[in-house]
DNA sequence: CAGATGGGTCAACGGCTGTAGAGTGAATCG
DNA sequence: CGATTCACTCTACAGCCGTTGACCCATCTG
């Protein structure tokens, strides 16, 4: 693929076929979905052998494991307040989903509705473990109900920006989606049957 | 399949048999995906022959052509008002997917990810002609934005519940999704930048 | 009743798929 | 340096898929 293959040991091999591997699962994956996308496929885009992925990862449900994965980190997420969530998740999202290794997330959105792992994954490692963090931020009652819907709203946001390529969501800017958005997750946030913390009860008073 | 397959004219074995497919190509594609459908699994759940499949819908996407659709009323939306547009819309959701002939809509939605097909239809006549209809009932600045945003919600809603069945979400009862969601759709029809009509009943005297 | 029509079945083809096993040659090591 | 390891390739298998064409036989038509 690059230019010398000679000069190189054993391992330093083994580590860049198997890099080039699992970059171009992740983009098949991420394009065509799982079941368009054929070991032969992946193997011609690596360069390499199809036995070799066989060799590398066990099977095609092996690779898709190591291929498909949230890259996003749950730190920041977390570390945010009831109040700077909603500008905090969005960012996350955007800048995941733009960023420079966005292929094995979508690989697993796009394999969400129809990979049954996939689906798994998305609902259990993302959304639900995300909700049990997220939920500690949210006071009052359907706290967690509340912080799935925070999921579902992303999650709809992302599938119609980068995946269904919906036209207006897709070329919107990052300030119009902030500016829109972010009232929407503040909805969920602080729900009408809540007041807004303890304090007064919404007159202009505002305070960072 | 049922009692007498005697005492049937032509033409009526002929919609029966039709209705049949379609029916098992339905299921089959909200359950289990365009490409792990195969024509002999809808033959055997019809109760005929493979090669009849084809001899009515062609192809296999010809049959998922006709299988999947979005199968609520568009009529609904478009004759809601700016005010009545959240629970309406809502309601039109849940109806769709906890109705009887839910299937070819599960099917369309299962699919939008992974078949080109489905994922152009979702958009084009979902998503985007809805949209346009929807546009109509907003007033203020980025009304196409905002239509096809609440489209994304409203579509992140029905995936987390019906088909990745998030736990909250897909446990969670009408009134409840109701009350919490539709503060959510109304931070998009009314947004914090347009001031909702002629204030009526909110707290007093609102500026920016 | 005899021929035409067409819904339905049967068997098969060609292609593509994931996967396995034997083999090769260069890097590794005693 | 000789033996061994191991990343890699080649070839092939077995199975499943969409699709097709020939063939039945009950229904329709004159």
Redesign the pocket.
């Known amino acids: 693929m690059t230019a010398d293959d000679?000069?190189?040991?054993?391992?330093?091999?083994?580590r860049?076929?198997?890099a080039a591997i699992l970059k171009a699962a992740e983009q098949l994956f991420a394009e065509v979905g799982f079941e368009r996308?054929?070991?032969?496929?992946v193997?011609a885009r690596a360069?390499?052998?199809?036995?070799?992925?066989?060799?590398?990862y066990?099977?095609?449900?092996g690779l898709f494991a190591a291929a498909a994965r949230w890259t996003g980190d749950h730190q920041r997420i977390l570390s945010a307040t009831s109040d700077s969530f909603p500008r905090v998740a969005l960012d996350d999202l955007l800048e995941l989903f733009e960023g420079g290794d966005r292929e094995a997330a979508v690989a697993l959105l796009r394999n969400c509705l129809t990979h049954p792992g996939a689906g798994r994954q998305l609902r259990d490692e993302v959304l639900c473990e995300r909700t049990a963090a997220v939920r500690a931020l949210l006071v009052g009652p359907d706290a967690e109900l509340r912080a799935e819907l925070l999921g579902a709203c992303l999650l709809g946001l992302g599938l119609t920006r980068y995946l269904l390529e919906v036209p207006a969501v897709a070329a919107a800017g990052h300030d119009d989606l902030h500016r829109l958005m972010e009232p929407v997750l503040r909805a969920l946030v602080d729900p009408p049957s809540v007041q807004p913390p303890p304090a007064a009860d919404q007159p202009p008073a505002q305070q960072d």
């Open positions: 000679e000069s190189l040991t054993r391992s330093e091999r083994r860049r076929s198997d996308t054929t070991i032969r496929a193997a360069g390499i052998d199809p036995a070799l992925v066989m060799q590398h066990g099977s095609k449900q």
